[in-house]
T-cell receptor
Framework: NAGVTQTPKFRILKIGQSMTLQCTQD?????MYWYRQDPGMGLKLIYY???????DKGEVPNGYNVSRSTTEDFPLRLELAAPSQTSVYFC??????????FGPGTRLTVT | AQSVTQLGSHVSVSEGALVLLRCNYS??????LFWYVQYPNQGLQLLLK??????LVKGINGFEAEFKKSETSFHLTKPSAHMSDAAEYFC??????????????FGQGTTLQVKP
């Protein structure tokens, strides 16, 4: 099993550009999550999904969108990038009652 | 509502000394509690978890944590620090039970430095 994979690893965006962060898991987990990590702070939940076709907002959803058309994939969309979205983004998945498994992260810089 | 407070953003110990990383939580429902470790430029790796079974939880790499409901604490310990333990450690809480969304609330993290 590859676990949770994320692409790209690094990306630099200009203000106002759009991009999609990809996340795929091969563990057949129902639950998937997107977090962002800023320096000196813990991870904050952006969006999560409890199964294909079902998504909901977390603590910091503004400026982001998600979709979940399959069990495996949970892409995160940034429509109009802003400097405040400079961060490291982590995707995670879990089965019911289990712990979350994290991907390696995407480091995004918006300038 | 749930929250996590990690006391001390930076802890420094000598190699071979006791490691103690403090975590206090607040939860309106029976919690699940987790400790994750993050090495530089990597994702998070689970060290151990409490899911309402035994209150003393043993994890990987010699770490353990004790759930103390009366103190709302879940401190992480290791008897003897190794240089390879240098990393950032996160305490996290979620609601427990089947069907819970499992959303994690993280503490701000504690950076562990191990001196030779």
């Amino acid at each position: 099993n590859a676990g949770v994979t994320q692409t790209p690893k690094f990306r630099i965006l200009k203000i106002g550009q759009s991009m999609t962060l990809q996340c795929t898991q091969d563990m057949n987990h129902n639950y998937m999550y997107w977090y962002r990590q800023d320096p000196g702070m813990g991870l904050k939940l952006i969006y999560y999904s409890v199964g294909a076709g079902i998504t909901d907002k977390g603590e910091v959803p503004n400026g982001y969108n998600v979709s979940r058309s399959t069990t495996e994939d949970f892409p995160l969309r940034l429509e109009l990038a802003a400097p405040s979205q400079t961060s490291v983004y982590f995707c995670a998945s879990r089965q019911d009652r289990g712990e979350q498994y994290f991907g390696p992260g995407t480091r995004l810089t918006v300038t | 509502a749930q929250s996590v407070t990690q006391l001390g953003s930076h802890v420094s110990v000598s190699e071979g000394a006791l490691v103690l990383l403090r975590c206090n939580y607040s939860s309106s429902v029976p919690p699940y509690l987790f400790w994750y470790v993050q090495y530089p430029n990597q994702g998070l790796q689970l060290l151990l978890k409490y899911t309402s079974a035994a209150t003393l939880v043993k994890g990987i790499n010699g770490f353990e944590a004790e759930f103390k409901k009366s103190e709302t604490s879940f401190h992480l310990t290791k008897p003897s620090a190794h240089m390879s333990d240098a990393a950032e450690y996160f305490c996290a809480v979620s609601g427990g039970g089947s069907g819970n969304t499992g959303k994690l609330i993280f503490g701000q993290g504690t950076t562990l430095q191990v001196k030779p």
